[in-house]
T-cell receptor, first 114, second 114 residues
Framework: QQQVKQSPQSLIVQKGGISIINCAYENTAFDYFPWYQQFPGKGPALLIAIRPDVSEKKEGRFTISFNKSAKQFSLHIMDSQPGDSATYFCAASKEGAAGNKLTFGGGTRVLVKP | EAEVAQSPRYKITEKSQAVAFWCDPISGHATLYWYRQILGQGPELLVQFQDESVVDDSQLPKDRFSAERLKGVDSTLKIQPAELGDSAMYLC????????????FGPGTRLLVL
């Protein structure tokens, strides 16, 4: 069962443009929503994260928008740069007996053209 | 900056052979995770360790996969026998404890089974 659905699978944006990636989740028990960035040949690295008690979080050019009622959240990359070209994964987790277990979306490959 | 180390980075093996991957987490991190990432998909948790104990191996194909973390530091993931469908990136991640939400990923081992 795919609990976190991510779209689009890929996108191309011009330098300076806005990249938008969307995720939808099913499990209302999820209470932590991180985005990970992965460059080719590297492991994923945490980019930004949000909890459901806020609707938006901004860190530099990266913003998460969160809609609890719709069970959706999105990543906006403002003023996209060629160095932002990577694969982005949304994820969700909930606190359990074994700690926080991350469930990842399928990923979005972003290409920023100069 | 401390990093999660993994080896080998690449492994090519033939079907029915045995293969092993090694992971050294960030020093002091008690929680260690092994993920499998099929090309074009997000990482999926295979097994989670807390110190030397397995706390979640519900998604580990136990007929052919095994994992150990004997001294609660580094870990080995083994596949025997390997099957064509095992071709994937195997990622190791660690966190200070299971309740720390940020997981730090290593660069992964890319496995190709012929």
């Amino acid at each position: 069962q795919q609990q976190v659905k991510q779209s689009p699978q890929s996108l191309i944006v011009q330098k300076g443009g806005i990249s938008i990636i969307n995720c939808a989740y099913e499990n209302t028990a999820f209470d932590y929503f991180p985005w990970y960035q992965q460059f080719p040949g590297k492991g994923p690295a945490l980019l930004i994260a949000i909890r459901p008690d806020v609707s938006e979080k901004k860190e530099g050019r990266f913003t998460i928008s969160f809609n609890k009622s719709a069970k959706q959240f999105s990543l906006h990359i403002m003023d996209s740069q060629p160095g932002d070209s990577a694969t982005y994964f949304c994820a969700a987790s909930k606190e359990g007996a074994a700690g926080n277990k991350l469930t990842f979306g399928g990923g979005t490959r972003v290409l920023v053209k100069p | 900056e401390a990093e999660v180390a993994q080896s080998p980075r690449y492994k090519i093996t033939e079907k029915s052979q045995a293969v092993a991957f090694w992971c050294d987490p960030i020093s002091g991190h008690a929680t260690l995770y092994w993920y499998r990432q099929i090309l074009g998909q997000g990482p999926e948790l295979l097994v989670q360790f807390q110190d030397e104990s397995v706390v979640d191996d519900s998604q580990l194909p136990k007929d052919r996969f095994s994992a150990e973390r004997l001294k609660g530091v580094d870990s080995t993931l083994k596949i025997q026998p390997a099957e064509l469908g095992d071709s994937a990136m195997y990622l190791c991640a660690s966190s200070f404890d299971p309740h720390q939400e940020t997981q730090y990923f290593g660069p992964g081992t890319r496995l190709l089974v012929l």
